[in-house]
């Protein structure tokens, strides 16, 4: 899996996978030295290594470790009474409007003080790294004031400096407007703009700035203020697009110049034509479609039409309570129309475009970030192919094996 590091794979170049059959990599330092034929390798580097210096990975396959572009992961409780709530037929909006939904995500979170609220994050953290992921994004949002936002983002920082995925934060503030405020958005939208993105900046808690951009949520205008408003901090605009309802979120990341628009369940084909000409990465969460019983994206059209497309889980506790990107590449295959080839793109190179990090990781080259996963199977087909299981066997992250045989080491 080499190349796409200038720019996210399209297209047919979102299959071509370079796959070395009997392959090897020598690591040094946390960085990949080499990669090519095992005998090759083997023959240059064993001498350089005692036996419990390498891996036999044979039978299995590797690949560079997985990349989720777009998470929650700093929250607190979990929704599984609203869960039962949807069963029974009421919609996720619906559930929202009466005052569950983020806000309920967000009272327990407001409550939980920072220890509390880093060990629940911890514990799916280490559950992302069990399924072969070693970088992810983590947003904010469920904290709704200066105070509790810059609480999740803080969270987020000693995660990342503490454990040993990498972390990628995104401030989302924007991501509801609280009860409280529900009759005057504006004041809420202008708190957002002049008081918690000046702060995040000044601390530098994040790389990126999000807006749920959905009727009944956030406008299109208000969305744009606070992504223009970001962008004169510094931080680079992302948009959770056209999740419910076409709302010209596609439209708008290009306009923005945002490094990726996601969801994209009800993209217009126009949007999806502005962020291919833009060069806007389109991370596709059909973990969020499978969960609310909604429409998938058309991940086939976006693709065929220039879209470089990244796949998440978008860990959540409403709408895609999951931390398997195994399970999202099913998906991606069985319910929106991509190839095995192409679900192993988007969480990998595409999925590190989508945060800004293919510069180190995301593909197995000379020169980056040893991060890599070894999946017990056969060959790569296998991993898209049976679902509801985990395949990890080995996770090494900066070159240090994390996770052996399956389990944390
Ligand atoms: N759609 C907005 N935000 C999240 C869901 C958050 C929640 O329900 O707690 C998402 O990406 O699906
Ligand atoms: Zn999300």
Not at 14 to 32: F, P, Q, W
Not at 165 to 181: K, N, Q, R, Y
Not at 377 to 402: C, E, F, R
């Amino acid at each position: 899996m080499e190349g796409n590091t200038d720019r996210p794979a399209t297209k047919a170049s979102m299959s071509d996978l370079h796959v070395i059959e009997n392959g090897a990599l020598y690591i040094e330092n946390g960085k990949i030295v080499a990669v090519g034929a095992d005998s090759e390798i083997t023959a240059r580097y064993q001498h350089s290594l005692s036996s419990e210096q390498q891996i036999d990975a044979s039978g299995k396959v590797l690949t560079p470790g997985l990349i989720d572009p777009h998470t929650h992961l700093v929250h607190a409780g979990t929704r599984e009474n609203e869960y039962a709530m949807r069963l029974k037929g009421q919609t996720y909006m619906e559930i929202m409007e009466a005052g569950g939904g983020i806000h309920a995500t967000t009272r327990a979170t407001q409550k939980a003080n920072h220890e509390e609220l880093y060990e629940q994050s911890k514990k799916r953290l280490d559950q992302f790294l069990l399924h072969g992921v070693t970088t992810l994004e983590a947003k904010s949002g469920y904290g709704l004031t200066l105070e509790h936002e810059m609480k999740q983002l803080e969270v987020a920082r000693q995660l990342h400096d503490n454990h040993p995925v990498d972390l990628v934060s995104t401030f989302m503030g924007a991501h509801a407007i609280p009860i409280a405020e529900k009759d005057n958005p504006e004041n809420f939208v202008d708190r957002v703009i002049q008081e918690m993105i000046p702060e995040v900046a000044k601390k530098n808690l994040a790389t990126f700035n999000d807006v749920f951009c959905e009727r009944g949520v956030f406008t299109p205008d208000q969305s744009r203020r606070i992504l223009e408003a970001g962008k004169e901090y510094g931080l680079i605009p992302k948009i959770h697009a056209d999740e419910i309802e076409p709302y010209t979120g596609a439209e708008l990341a290009a306009s923005v110049g945002a490094i990726s628009a996601d969801h994209l369940l009800k993209a217009s084909e126009q949007g999806i034509k502005n962020m291919a000409e833009a060069g806007v990465v389109g991370v596709l969460l059909p973990g969020t479609a499978f969960f609310l019983m909604a429409e998938f994206a058309q991940a086939r059209k976006i693709i065929d039409a220039g879209v470089a497309v990244a796949l998440s889980t978008d860990a959540n506790p409403g709408s895609s309570p999951t931390i398997s990107l195994s399970f999202i590449m099913n998906l991606g295959c069985l319910k929106m129309g991509m190839t095995p080839e192409e679900v192993l793109t988007a969480t990998t190179i595409n999925a590190a475009h989508a945060i800004g990090c293919a510069n180190d990781v995301g593909s197995l080259e000379v020169g980056k970030k040893a991060d890599v996963t070894i999946f017990n199977v056969p060959n790569y087909l296998t991993l898209s192919y049976q679902y509801g299981m985990n395949h990890v066997d080995t996770v090494i992250k900066a070159g240090k094996p994390l996770v052996v045989g399956g389990q944390l080491k």
